[in-house]
């Protein structure tokens, strides 16, 4: 079969049928742009950038990513007054990575949607007069702020900050955050409370600042708890039974929170009952009898079907 070949027409052609909305055309020149973008010289770039951020709320949700990294002082009245007129959150990246201080100031409220208040936190942290206000973010986001801004952090906080972690983990057992980094064909092949994502990130940085005796502490802790959970009965069992590597997975993920959980000093639980109300219940039954065998049961319920198709 004869290979076919794709030939690009003149770049400005494509632009002007994008731009004059040209009626059957738009569709496949906004397709011809975006495929074409990186290779093009920065004059044309910039023209297709400016033509999407005059567009659609589609098109410009697609340039507004590009704009962290395309980004250019003569686009700033354009991203001011789209950032004014609609507050799109994919806007106010550009307008906290490039904008003045003084400016995000003015703005800092409607700014703080999601996850933006971190990237604030990135850029001004070090800056004389900006206080870092810990509790818009994260625990894992406070742990890097100050790990990439070289702050100090002592050692009880980064301790507090570590085990909220693992207590949102196992709060949030649905949305499982498993490293996979040590799998092998796509299935874990052993058990760790640091393959909780988030934990071993946050973990991970708190060595990195020196946090002493926390990071020791804690290092040790999980290493402690990696043959509990290799010799538990849940481990043999799911290793003899027909499932999917997601499955798998999945099943893995909550052997390691049920063995993190239950291994929490008993001076932590206090703190976390204050904290989390929510979390009582699993204190009062320690040993996670409901708990455990309430989200085990519950998957194997969800998933019964599939296990009788395997």
């Known amino acids: 079969m004869k290979k076919e070949y794709t030939r690009n027409r003149p770049i400005k052609t494509v632009l002007k049928e994008y731009v004059e909305r040209q009626k059957g055309k738009i569709g496949k020149a906004k397709e011809e742009l975006h495929r074409r973008f990186e290779g093009l010289d920065w004059s044309i770039q910039k023209k297709i950038l400016v033509a999407h951020l005059e567009s659609t709320k589609t098109d410009r949700e697609w340039v507004y990513p590009l704009l962290l ?33 003084a400016y995000i100031m003015e703005n800092i409220d409607s700014l703080c949607m999601e996850r933006n208040y971190f990237f604030i936190c990135l850029r001004f942290g070090k800056q004389k007069g900006f206080v870092i206000d810990k509790s818009q973010l994260e625990s894992e986001d406070t742990i890097f702020v100050y790990h990439r801004l070289g702050l100090k952090m002592e050692n009880e906080e980064a301790k507090e900050l ?10 949030n057992y649905h949305y499982p955050d498993l490293d996979m980094k040590r799998s092998k064909q796509g299935r874990v092949i052993t058990l760790h ?10 973990l991970y940085y708190v060595k990195q600042m020196g946090i002493e005796p926390v990071a020791t502490e804690l290092s040790d802790w999980c290493d402690s708890l990696e043959d509990v959970m290799l010799y538990s009965p ?6 003899q039974e027909p499932l999917s590597n997601d499955d798998f997975n999945t099943k893995a993920y909550r052997i390691i929170l049920k063995y993190t959980c239950l291994n929490f000093p008993v001076a932590f639980v206090d703190r976390i009952v204050k904290k989390y109300p929510q979390i009582t219940y699993l204190v009062e039954k320690f040993k996670l009898d409901y708990d455990y065998d309430c989200i085990y049961t519950e998957y194997n319920e969800a998933h019964k079907s599939e296990f009788l198709d395997f």
């Open 69 to 101: 990294e395309y980004w250019d002082k003569s686009l700033m009245p354009i991203v001011q007054n789209l950032w004014e007129t609609y507050h799109e959150e994919r806007c106010a990246w550009s307008v906290i990575k490039y904008f003045p201080q």
């Open 193 to 202: 409370p640091k393959m909780i994502g988030k934990f071993g990130r946050a």
């Open 162 to 171: 570590l085990y909220d972690i693992l207590v949102k983990a196992i709060l």
């Open 234 to 239: 849940e481990w043999t069992s799911i290793n």
